[in-house]
């Protein structure tokens, strides 16, 4: 099946630096991709969906000057922490649809963040 | 939120036994699926049951969905040790060039030997 990838698997950083993480569909291409954050042993809270050439849509409360998304070609979407605090620490797991139209989901392995 | 909830939030058997979890949801769906987590892993797409099915069967798995209930549930049947993770449901919101999906609370499945 297609295999969703994402660099790094763990990040430590001080807090206030900035972190980018990488969303890559290996073998597909995707014009939408989904990016969530997880808590410890609670579920995924979608954050913003990234869109080929163009913005980002964000749901409610997420922060887009926050969470930088570019999604600048077909199989590359990045989100970027920006002046991250230890409250941002958390697993973020991106997500891209299985093809045009469908309904599954293609999910990365997850970006371990913890700020310090 | 238009979060679903799970419940169990945790279930505890001994390997061969059956485990079932149920799925409650709050708005119209086209369809439901269930996903598989590893610890500290990606999620795994499991099955997807459409609004119009009632039952769906994939090897060990068999996922019912009631939609007057605005429920589903996912049985596990004779299961091992490689089970134990965490499955949730999610249903979908089509966002006209890809289908959004909001996740349930979670079940947290450990299976013993």
């Known amino acids: ?116 | 939120s238009q979060q679903g909830e799970e419940d169990p939030q945790a279930l505890s058997i001994q390997e061969g036994e059956n485990a079932t979890m149920n799925c409650s949801y709050k708005t119209s769906i086209n369809n439901l699926q269930w996903y598989r987590q590893n610890s500290g892993r990606g999620l795994v797409h499991l099955i997807l049951i459409r609004s119009n099915e009632r039952e769906k069967h994939s090897g060990r798995l068999r996922v019912t969905l009631d939609t007057s209930k605005k429920s589903s549930s996912l049985l596990i049947t004779a299961s091992r040790a490689a089970d134990t993770a965490s499955y949730f449901c999610a249903t979908d919101r089509y966002t006209g060039t890809a289908s959004k999906l909001t996740f349930g609370t979670g079940t947290r499945l450990q299976v013993m030997l």
């Open chain 1, 1 to 116: 099946g297609a295999v969703v990838s994402q660099h790094p698997s763990r990040v430590i950083c001080k807090s206030g630096t900035s972190v980018k993480i990488e969303c890559r569909s290996l073998d597909f291409q995707a014009t939408t991709m989904f990016w969530y954050r997880q808590f410890p042993k609670q579920s995924l809270m979608l954050m913003a969906t990234s869109n080929e050439g163009s913005k980002a849509t964000y749901e409610q409360g997420v922060e887009k000057d926050k969470f930088l998304i570019n999604h600048a070609s077909l199989t590359l979407s990045t989100l970027t922490v920006t002046s991250a605090h230890p409250e941002d620490s958390s697993f973020y797991i991106c997500s891209a649809p299985s093809g045009w139209l469908t309904d599954t989901q293609y999910f990365g392995p997850g970006t371990r963040l913890t700020v310090l």
